[in-house]
């Protein structure tokens, strides 16, 4: 009798243990396994492959066009620099089950040119590049867009189906030719805004060496700024990393004309032209410490412009540096560094022998009357500095020289500056402001 009872109480039980099975369709790693499937029949089924956008986590952008084929096998071009935008690289991914669905692109593709970790392959930082991704987490997708988010250092990756049209001007080299019609424009255009409703204006520069949007503007008795990465896309688009909101303006794109002409702004909402002024709208004096800090010379060439006794003594020290160094040396820039808090100056020559960069840092006081500026040497920082010391003397003696005065150069690509010398005016550098 008892038996019978104890059997009587096990059958509820086995009965519930079967009710409480989980069915196939609905074990996590089922239906990871199948968003996995359905994530790869997305991206190989887009016949014309899909536009990327990628923003690092130090800033700026990089537009793509990625070729899935389905079998671990993608092609991509890139806007980095002529090459990666004319010929394609194929290389292999592979989607993962990890916390959530990820795509890993496994070999060496232009990716991962911009997370290489040699400062002499991206111009990045040693150890990790620009901060970017070649490993990221499916964050969001519909038919015709993908939200992908980097598993290092959080760079974001958006996928848009490319049209017909699109790829086909891709594959004709179309990145470079947008780069170089913008490149152009900005050449005829030194000084950008636009203007709000309000009839206030934003100062508008793109730099197309930090691939970012530099907006400036009054606010409160101030001068403000704020940058955002761009990338180019499209037939004539340059996509931002974050949408810009301003008073009344809203906007995530720039648009180039059809007849390169002119620039607007845009959203879904919104179409705002891109006026262009004669002078600059803010002076060198305003932005310094605001929207740029240095002065980068490119200290291996002779910029046009560029004055007889500054390239006479870039000359002299270069050939004592050589000579100070390891054959092979190079010094690709000097930059001028200044802290408009401490009322600093850093002189800071960059050295690179074969894959490493090294830095020979000098320090200045600075002092300012009217918008002339008078430097004071206080001694070299580093150890490097210390040996370079003697092959920077001439440099540091035109440096502390008189006075120098600094102004905007027109007509170029991306926002540069110069610096003449009030007692020996040929003594005139010019570099890029960053």
Known sequence: MKKIFLYLLLIPLIFSCKKDEIADEQRPDYRLTEALAK????????????KGHLFPAAGGGYGFLFNFNGKNRVEMLADIDDLSGSNFFESSYRLKATTLPSIYFDTYSYLHLLADPDPGVNGGQPGWGLYSDFEFSILESSADTIKLKGNLNGSTLILVKASAAEAAAYKAGHLNVLKKDVADYLNANSFNYI????H????????????????????VGGLKTKSVGFAFSGMND???????NIENL??????????KGSLSVMNKDQIIPVQVSNEPLFSFDQMLGIQFSNVVLPFEEEVPGTGSDYNTIRSSVLLNARNSLSPGSTFPELLISFNT?????????????????????????????????AFEYVGAIDGNATYLETALKPFID???????????????????????????????FIGYLR
Not at 250 to 259: Q, T, V
Not at 360 to 371: I, L, M, Q, S, V
Request: net charge neutral.
């Open 195 to 198: 203007e709000t409703a309000k």
């Open 341 to 373: 808090i401490e009322k600093t100056m850093i002189l800071d020559l960059i050295i690179v022998q074969e894959s490493q960069v090294f830095h020979a840092r000098y320090a200045f006081y600075y002092t300012k009357k009217g918008d002339s500026y």
């Open 238 to 244: 340059l996509i931002l990393s974050e949408n810009v």
């Open 398 to 428: 035109r440096i502390t020289l008189g006075a120098f005065k600094f102004d905007y150069v027109n007509g170029q690509a991306n926002l540069m500056g110069s610096g003449t010398n009030s007692v020996k005016p040929d003594f005139k």
């Open 39 to 50: 994530y790869n029949d997305l991206l190989s089924g887009s016949a014309n492959g899909w």
């Open 250 to 259: 809203a906007f995530n794109k720039i648009r180039i004309s059809d007849d």
């Open 200 to 219: 206030n204006t934003i100062a508008f520069n793109l730099s197309l060496n930090s691939k970012k949007l530099i907006l400036s503007y009054d606010s």
